[in-house]
């Protein structure tokens, strides 16, 4: 038996002292700042390591768990992996993650001040300081939950270890310090055994501690209430029991076997040592719950099979005879009934007095029929807050009104059948918010916040709002990391597809990640629903279904989530908060509405977190109608495809409309130089932004906050995994070297979208943004496919859209087509005219564009007079001549037709 104090393994043998104590106390206090400063990515990311080692089976410390504990603690082997299973669940990001968010509200709480809406103005959450645990030793699991939830707050732990259990501690405390880079959440902990109710060692605990977390019974809680010190925090949690209620007729519709084998499952779980492990069951009707008792005692005879019972001490046993006796004695009297599986496998006691009365454990149930599961609150009602959890297989209905009685007498948790031994994240534990115990709530507020200066979720311009992208890069790609690797199993471990196609590739790094292959829009079209399967990791039975595809091509469908669907738009509304949008703003929503369409669903959802007002009018409606609608309703700003944008200018230029616009958000196609200058001049448009970076395939990739123009984007880097790579190659490129961009979206999970092709191309940008952000970020180079090869030089549409604005009487819709004259490459420049220009003018707009191209471009020149193309070709044609994706509106900008 040895202790752990503060990273090391302590073997003396000598009794703690409380001098000895006082020194541990010490040191304890001094680690505090240092401790409370450590950032969550950096803990949840330690933590989810230990959760991915201790998930192998091969895992050294595992295996000594398994060697040891059963003889130790009483518990099988496969009870003792059970336990495991539970911590690693434990342990992982979104388990952690979603504690946090359900206890505390906001999980950034712990990082940093936090704007709340209803408070108007900012809060925080501390860490109370030195935390001790006295551990129970009935679910050896328990402990050491309780030292996660201590990490996770940032506190400094310390824990009595239970006699039954000084192993399973010290196995997880060696496992933390392996995997804690910087070693202070590992030196940050003590793991200590002493004499429960030693008054030297206890006193010094009650008063040098900042809190006291209790597990026991009501002699440990009470003792532990003595002599508290001043300034010293109790957090009890005492003696709890819990029952099962079922319903007669919900036990028919649901299948007896099946509820059978759900509540023997309960029972099995921990051999009914948690508070949460159930004692009686109550049943209506003595002919059902006849019934029910054969079919448990089936169930119980498989789950020994699957999880065996552990060893049984000669008192439990004698405890377990006893039970068994007075059946036999009740059922000669005919008022009860006994069944058991031989030995002190378990048993059944089916008793007609209705009375709530505890098992002596061990697989033992206690049976009662009922007239009316009503008539189980007034029976239960002096055990009052003694009750945990209460297991109801009810109707619905039945089982809202059943949990507000059995909640208002006292009782903390209300579950299904099956649900009792493994507590749900981010239930509240015994009546509290389990984590929220753990820390202390600090408050700023500030006039301007009341104000409402930070009312939208994304007006909050500093690392207050959105901490992440402050935290250094480090910091913040150790998050990414373990959220990638974490992403990825889990995907793999779901969908059909990439289990087969990720088959004996072994995770633990990026350069791991790197062997896997790339993802296409192939497979969106061949492995999803309707047309294939394979890919999805459930059954999309809800959620949303969009249809993608682009500008040409089968459409591909696309699958998320509320969950995902909501979580991408916050992005986008946070790329539209920073870079143009913001209260005052009132924006037409111009995007295209209909048809499974994505982007106007999703940009609606993301205006809504800027503080704008939104006027949802669609980019699909004649455009007299758009015109109507955006000044009578006093539209200041529009987001949009660039393609609607210029014909709402052209038709305002025709039409001599008095419309004037001050910012736009555009995405989807290019928007060139000069078109913007078009577009100011006719619409007064003065802040051009972005709608960011993003694809209805994978979500928002990138965000412009103010500083970045043109096609440099910050990469979300909380929701993707952006690689850049060598087109040939598929090696990472350096900084400002072009690669094609690679995706690998870290939250969506029911449609996975890993190592994701985009199609387009980018490079990083050095340097550090002046807003100080520190999420990469790169510059947008395109589409892949929008560089047109033409007799072995590459065109750039941006190259031929200068030429085009430098034309007087030429609009701003142009195609590039690519074709063979005969052998040779030949350039299709298809330009539309302006509004006001004749039909008779194009031959002349046709001959001067050409002579531009030629004078600008040395590529289309060079090639010309050498003869290695055909004559570039120009066809000007009239507005709206260049055909239109009839669902999108957008304009394929290079077509190749060289077969």
Not at 185 to 208: F, M, N, P, S
Not at 782 to 801: C, K, S, T
Not at 840 to 864: C, N, P, V, W
Request: with cysteine; net charge negative; aromatic share 6%.
């Amino acid at each position: 038996m040895h202790n752990y104090i503060h990273g090391e393994i302590d073997h003396a043998e000598a009794p703690l002292t409380g001098a000895r104590l006082e020194a541990i106390l010490s040191r304890a206090h001094a680690m505090k700042a240092r401790v409370a400063a450590t950032p969550q990515g950096y803990l949840l990311d330690l933590l989810d390591r230990v959760a991915r080692a201790w998930s192998a089976p091969d895992y050294p410390y595992r295996v000594e768990a398994l060697r040891q504990l059963p003889a130790r603690i009483g518990f099988s082997p496969a009870m003792i992996e059970a336990g495991v299973e539970v911590m690693v669940d434990l342990l992982r990001r979104e388990s952690l993650l979603t504690r946090l968010g359900c206890d505390l509200g906001d999980a950034r709480m712990l990082d940093d001040w936090v704007f709340d809406a209803r408070f108007q103005g900012l809060v925080k959450a501390q860490p109370l300081g030195v935390l001790a645990h006295v551990s129970a030793g009935n679910v050896f699991v328990g402990g050491v939950d309780s030292l996660i939830q201590g990490i996770v707050t940032r506190n400094v732990n310390l824990m009595k270890m239970s006699s039954v259990d000084p192993i399973f501690p010290v196995l997880f405390a060696s496992s933390l310090r392996d995997h804690d880079q910087r070693g202070d959440i590992a030196r940050a902990l003590a793991l200590l055994t002493w004499k429960g109710g030693d008054q030297g060692v206890e006193r010094v605990l009650k008063r040098d501690c900042n809190a006291i977390v209790v597990y026991g019974g009501a002699d440990t809680i009470r003792s532990y209430r003595r002599d508290l010190g001043l300034h010293t925090r109790l957090i009890e949690y005492g003696p709890k029991y819990s029952f099962v209620m079922v319903a007669a007729d919900a036990l028919e519709r649901r299948g007896l076997s099946a509820c059978a084998r759900l509540i023997a499952r309960d029972a099995v779980m921990w051999e009914q040592s948690a508070c949460s492990s159930p004692h009686v069951v109550y049943v209506e009707g003595r002919e059902t719950a006849e019934r029910l008792m054969a079919a448990l005692g089936a169930a119980l005879t498989c789950w020994a099979e699957e999880i065996p019972p552990g060893a049984i001490s000669g008192d439990a046993a004698v405890e377990i005879d006893k039970v068994r006796e007075l059946a036999k004695v009740e059922r000669a009297m005919g008022v009860g009934d006994l069944l058991h599986g031989g030995g002190a496998g378990w048993t059944l006691a089916l008793r007609d007095d209705p009375e709530f009365e505890t098992s002596c454990q061990h697989r033992t149930l206690i049976i009662k029929p009922v007239d009316r599961l009503e008539s189980v609150i007034e029976r239960v009602a002096p055990m009052g807050e003694y009750i945990q959890t209460v297991a109801l297989l009810t109707d619905e209905a039945r089982a809202r009104r059943l949990g507000r009685a059995l909640s208002a007498l006292g009782a903390d948790r209300m579950v299904e059948i099956g649900r009792m031994a493994v507590r749900k994240h981010g239930t509240p534990h015994d009546g509290t918010r389990g984590l929220a115990t753990l820390v202390r709530w600090t408050s700023l507020a500030r006039d301007r916040l009341e104000q409402g200066a930070e009312s939208a979720p994304w007006r909050r311009l500093d690392d207050s709002g959105d901490s992440f992208d402050f935290l250094p890069d480090a910091e913040r790609d150790a998050q990414t990391r373990s959220r990638l690797l974490q992403v990825i199993e889990d995907c793999r471990q779901g969908s059909p597809l990439l289990r087969e196609r990720y088959a004996g590739i072994a995770l633990s790094g990026l350069d791991d990640v790197r062997r896997l292959p790339l993802m296409s829009g192939e497979d969106y079209k061949q492995h999803l629903p309707p047309r294939g399967d394979g890919l999805l990791t459930a059954g999309a039975s809800d959620g949303y279904v969009f249809s993608s595809g682009g500008t040409t091509g089968a459409p591909k469908l696309v699958y998320r989530t509320v969950a995902e669907q909501h979580a991408n738009a916050l992005r986008l509304g946070k790329g539209l908060a920073l870079s143009v949008f913001g209260p005052g703003d009132v924006v037409a929503n111009l995007l295209f509405a209909g048809s499974m369409w994505a982007s106007f669903v999703s940009y609606n959802q993301a205006l809504e977190v800027t503080g704008c007002r939104i006027l949802p009018i669609s980019g699909n409606l004649p455009m007299e109608q758009i015109v109507e609608q955006l000044t009578g309703y006093g539209a200041t700003a529009i987001i949009t495809i660039p393609s609607v944008l210029l014909s709402l200018a052209e038709y305002v230029e025709a039409h001599g409309v008095a419309l004037r616009i001050d910012k736009v958000a555009t995405g989807g196609e290019h928007l060139f130089a000069g078109s913007r200058a078009y577009l100011g001049r006719v619409l007064g448009i003065t802040r051009f932004a972005s709608t960011g970076y993003t694809t209805n395939d994978t979500g928002a990739i990138g965000y412009q906050c103010a500083h970045c123009e043109g096609g440099v984007h910050h990469v979300h880097e909380d929701l993707h995994h952006v690689e850049l790579l060598h087109p040939e190659t598929l090696t990472p490129v350096g900084p400002g070297e072009i690669g094609k961009v690679v995706v690998t979206n870290l939250q969506r999970r029911l449609m996975p979208t890993i190592r994701y092709d985009v199609g387009d191309l980018g490079r990083w940008v050095e340097g550090e943004c002046p807003c100080g952000r520190r999420t990469r970020r790169m510059e947008l180079l395109g589409r892949a496919d929008d560089v047109l090869i033409i007799g072995g030089g590459n065109i750039q549409p941006e190259v031929v859209a200068a030429a085009i604005a430098a034309v007087p009487g030429l609009g701003a819709h142009f195609q590039l087509r690519a074709r063979l004259d005969g052998h040779r490459d030949q350039l299709v420049v298809r330009v539309e005219r302006a509004a006001d220009t004749a039909s008779e003018d194009a031959a002349g707009l046709a001959e001067t564009l050409l002579r531009r191209l030629l004078h600008d471009s040395k590529e289309i020149r060079a090639m010309t007079e050498a003869g290695l193309v055909a004559p570039t070709r120009i066809e000007v044609l009239a507005l709206d001549g260049i055909e239109r994706n009839p669902k999108t509106g957008k304009i394929r900008l290079t077509v190749d037709e060289r077969g």
